[in-house]
T-cell receptor, first 117, second 110 residues
Framework: DTAVSQTPKYLVTQMGNDKSIKCEQN?????MYWYKQDSKKFLKIMFS???????INETVPNRFSPKSPDKAHLNLHINSLELGDSAVYFC????????????????FGPGTRLTVL | QKEVEQDPGPLSVPEGAIVSLNCTYS??????FMWYRQYSRKGPELLMY????GNKEDGRFTAQVDKSSKYISLFIRDSQPSDSATYLC??????????FGGGTRLMVKP
């Protein structure tokens, strides 16, 4: 009955490779996110996506791209991996929440620990 | 300078102590203020959220927001070893993009 799940849990790869991380949510939410958490626990938004709009944090390199086959899935593709990409990547989801007057809780997955050698 | 600043700790307290966790921020557009708890090797989970200034209480947890000082706090009463975790403050303005602090690691010793 996991709400937000990610695969794989751990990913170790060589510099220059291309890899994907998968995310699925069974909460019926319409908005999904990807976050990066560095070694100092600093959690930073990368993308916000629903079926109408992709919002990209301007600091994210274009080697990173989200791909959504349907509302319940948002995968993260990373091309030409670099050492600095090593981090824990979290997927999250929420129902709507773009209006100022509303709050919609974001539910986080367990994370994918990526190590680039 | 980061938009949201949070002391990384670690903060070590004895069981039963009152814990005070704080964040400061620079963006006056933030309207929603959240506290997340993250256990080791797990994803963050929402503890509390507050809209605009004021206090909110939920059991042993109290969240305070002072927008005039751009300062938010989380108080934990009667702290328990199970409260040992990293506590992340987060804030939101328009849209649903959250800006997080760096987290404070809390250790409650029996």
């Amino acid at each position: 009955d996991t709400a937000v799940s990610q695969t794989p849990k751990y990913l170790v790869t060589q510099m220059g490779n291309d890899k994907s991380i998968k995310c699925e949510q069974n909460l019926g939410h319409d908005t999904m996110y990807w976050y990066k958490q560095d070694s100092k626990k600093f959690l930073k938004i990368m993308f916000s996506y629903n079926n109408k709009e992709l919002i990209i944090n301007e600091t994210v390199p274009n080697r990173f791209s989200p791909k959504s086959p349907d509302k319940a899935h948002l995968n993260l593709h990373i091309n030409s991996l670099e050492l600095g990409d090593s981090a824990v990547y979290f997927c999250a989801s929420s129902q709507g929440g773009r209006g100022r007057a509303t709050y919609n809780e974001q539910f986080f997955g367990p994370g994918t620990r990526l190590t680039v050698l | 300078q980061k938009e949201v600043e949070q002391d990384p700790g670690p903060l070590s307290v004895p069981e039963g102590a009152i814990v005070s966790l704080n964040c400061t921020y620079s963006n006056s557009a933030f309207q929603y203020f959240m506290w997340y708890r993250q256990y080791s090797r797990k994803g963050p989970e929402l503890l509390m959220y507050t809209y605009s200034s004021g206090n909110k209480e939920d059991g042993r947890f109290t969240a305070q927001v002072d927008k005039s000082s751009k300062y938010i706090s989380l108080f934990i009463r009667d702290s328990q070893p199970s409260d040992s975790a990293t506590y992340l403050c987060a804030m939101r303005s328009a849209g649903n993009m959250l800006t997080f602090g760096g987290g404070t690691r809390l250790m409650v010793k029996p």
